[in-house]
């Protein structure tokens, strides 16, 4: 895949996704008013929402660059994606949709969004381990079950093995 066309589809599924999931859901949920709460979590939610997006876009630059795709199941990347926040953990993505959603549930004191966190927590890690973890066994054999052996899946490590 050419690279002009693997950056337009990863910011298409950007916002169909992420931007859904961690933005759009969360608005309809909330409307993203402020309740009453403690303001030291309400630092922590800003932290956490900050988080996410710091892994998040990387993540997806590197689909681009890394492995020549997208990650759409649509148009998947034809190299595995092994570098940059994928060195700590193999699903980044998820993990930090799901920082952003539990940040903006302390960012404005709307508990609710911790539940629907957890329920996107569960989601994507269903997809992960009975669609992804076999398509890319599938797709790159060896090399995948090399990289899942090295790295976890869902709680980064503190540092490179």
């Known amino acids: 895949m050419r690279t002009s066309a693997a950056a337009a589809g990863t910011s298409l599924f950007f916002v169909l996704a992420p931007g859904v999931v961690a933005g759009l859901v969360p608005w309809w ?7 009453p709460f403690w303001p030291a979590l309400r630092v922590l939610g800003v932290m956490l929402v900050l988080a996410g997006a710091t892994v998040i876009v990387p993540a997806f630059v590197r689909f681009v660059r890394e492995g ?4 759409a199941p649509a148009a998947p990347p034809v190299r595995l ?5 994928y060195k700590y953990v193999r699903n980044p993505m998820y993990v930090a949709v ?3 959603i539990a940040g903006q549930a302390l960012l404005f004191g709307q ?4 539940g629907y966190a957890a329920l996107v927590a569960l989601v994507t890690w269903l997809f992960a381990r009975f669609y992804e973890e076999p398509a890319l066994r599938r797709t790159f ?6 990289y899942r052996r090295a790295v976890p899946g869902w709680i980064p490590r503190l540092r490179r093995g």
Do not use: H, N
């Open 98 to 100: 799901v920082l952003a």
């Open 111 to 114: 508990l609710g969004l911790l």
């Open 68 to 71: 020549r795709g997208t990650p």
């Open 81 to 85: 994606v092994v570098g940059g926040f």
């Open 29 to 35: 949920l909330t409307g993203w008013q402020f309740e």
């Open 141 to 146: 054999g060896k090399e995948y079950d090399d």
